[in-house]
């Protein structure tokens, strides 16, 4: 069974940073993608960015690329998001997520079909 656990969520003020942590399990990494996700109350999901677990290649959102770094520690199975110089906007549930096997990279949540419980980020201005 997948599992995959969200970490490192908190209240940061804005210009700050964080590093969230995705502990995943359950599959083995063969060719799939993991995504990170951000939800904003009231608005739809918005995938920030996301990293093929065989080959490393990584993809971030192109107006979020200069602050959002995605990285992956093959030998604790974890995906890791660093955010830097954080903004109010930036507040939201982070879901990290796991594709079906076979997508490389994509930021289509419609591609993924194992998701964490999410974690919140919220930015004090």
């Known amino acids: 069974e997948v599992q995959l656990v969200e970490s490192g969520g908190g209240l940061v003020q804005a210009g700050g940073s964080l590093r969230l942590s995705c502990a995943a399990s359950?599959?083995?990494?063969?060719?799939?993608?993991i995504g990170w996700f951000r939800q904003a109350p009231e608005k739809e999901r918005e995938g920030v960015a996301c990293?093929?677990?065989?080959?490393?290649?990584?993809y971030v959102k192109p107006s979020l690329d200069e602050r959002f770094t995605i990285s992956i520690d093959n030998t604790q199975n974890t995906v890791y998001l660093q955010i830097d110089s954080l903004k109010p906007d930036d507040t939201a549930v982070y879901y990290c997520?796991?594709?079906?096997?076979?997508?490389?990279?994509?930021?289509?949540?419609?591609?993924?079909?194992?998701w964490g419980q999410g974690t919140q980020v919220t930015v004090s201005s």
């Open positions: 997520a796991l594709t079906r096997r076979g997508v490389s990279i994509s930021l289509l949540a419609g591609d993924y079909t194992s």
């Open positions: 359950g599959f083995t990494r063969d060719d799939y993608a």
């Open positions: 990293i093929n677990t065989n080959s490393g290649t990584t």
